[in-house]
């Protein structure tokens, strides 16, 4: 294999965050958690009492 980096040492780069680490924050999956059982109650409300 050739070597083109020139004595150079690699410059370590930061991967960029995807969608996954956004959904791991508690905060985010507790108001995500809030509207779904909001969505849910109504959609049980409307299929049942209406």
């Known amino acids: 294999m050739l070597d ?3 004595g150079q ?3 370590p780069t930061q ?5 996954l680490f ?3 924050q508690p905060p985010l ?3 995500l ?3 779904g059982v909001l969505l849910l ?3 049980v409300h409307d299929l ?3």
């Open 48 to 50: 049942f009492w209406l």
């Open 22 to 24: 956004a959904l791991s």
């Open 9 to 11: 040492a690699p410059v």
């Open 15 to 19: 991967e960029p965050r995807g969608c």
């Open 41 to 43: 109650m109504a959609a």
């Open 29 to 31: 999956m507790i108001f």
């Open 33 to 35: 958690g809030v509207i």
């Open 4 to 6: 083109t980096s020139r």
